[in-house]
């Protein structure tokens, strides 16, 4: 069970807007920032948002990150199919002297 | 293209062992700080280790549920990490991926190898 905490789940129709949170401690997202990344079956993680908030070249705009002390959110707007993933945020802890993982959040687009 | 390759995956009995590969192409591994992330079936991922650059010590990290009986090292002649994985056990069944930068703006991944303990 990871130290940092998402949702197991969540979903939304084609062109809503969706948040996965991310809750951590001051040890590791409250002391560092944060990245997400996509990770679709059977292939390795895409980075989707480095440094809390900024996108990668070729991230659409639909997806955005932001981090309120020991929080993060990942939100994605006009959903679209192709985003059923998962997504995971991460950040480095201090304690474990290494990045850790949130578990994971499965997103369905209904 | 940058790109990370690993190898050695395959079916170990548990109290095994088994030594993973990770082969860097068309940049410096020892110049960077590199881990090594699973994931067990139909789970998340989690970290495992990392080592440092050579300029940063080169010295080695890892997550609790492995110190003690997996190791990680380089060769810096081949540009390649690996990890020595000793007293496997079933929980360490997964698919292992090598990567650098993983909280860096620019992050590179391999495609992952697979390790049964069965």
């Known amino acids: 069970q990871s130290v940092v905490t998402q949702p197991p789940s969540a979903s939304g129709t084609p062109g809503q807007r969706v948040t996965i949170s991310c809750s951590g401690s001051s040890s590791n997202i409250g002391a560092n920032t944060v990245n997400w990344y996509q990770q679709l079956p059977g292939t390795a993680p895409k980075l989707l948002i480095n440094s809390n908030n900024q996108r990668p070249s070729g991230v659409p705009d639909r997806f955005s990150g932001s981090k309120s002390g020991t929080s993060a959110s990942l939100a994605i707007s006009g959903l679209q199919s192709e985003d059923e993933a998962d997504y995971y945020c991460?950040?480095?802890?201090?304690?474990?002297?290494?990045?850790?993982f949130g578990g994971g959040t499965k997103l369905t687009v209904l | 293209e940058v790109q990370l390759v690993e190898s050695g995956g395959g079916l170990v009995k548990p109290g095994g062992s088994l030594r993973l590969s990770c082969a860097a192409s068309r940049f410096t591994l020892s110049n960077t700080w590199m881990s090594w992330v699973r994931q067990a079936p139909g789970k998340g991922l989690e970290w495992v280790g990392l080592i440092k650059s050579n300029i940063d010590g080169g010295t080695t990290d890892y997550s609790p549920p492995v110190r003690g009986r997996f190791s990680i090292s380089r060769d810096d002649s081949k540009n390649t990490m690996y990890l020595q994985m000793n007293s496997l056990k079933i929980d360490d069944t997964g698919v292992y991926y090598c990567?650098?930068?993983?909280?860096?703006?620019?992050?590179?991944w391999g495609q992952g190898t697979t390790v049964t303990v069965s």
């Open positions: 991460a950040a480095w802890d201090g304690s474990l002297k290494g990045p850790v």
């Open positions: 990567a650098t930068g993983i909280l860096e703006p620019t992050p590179i």
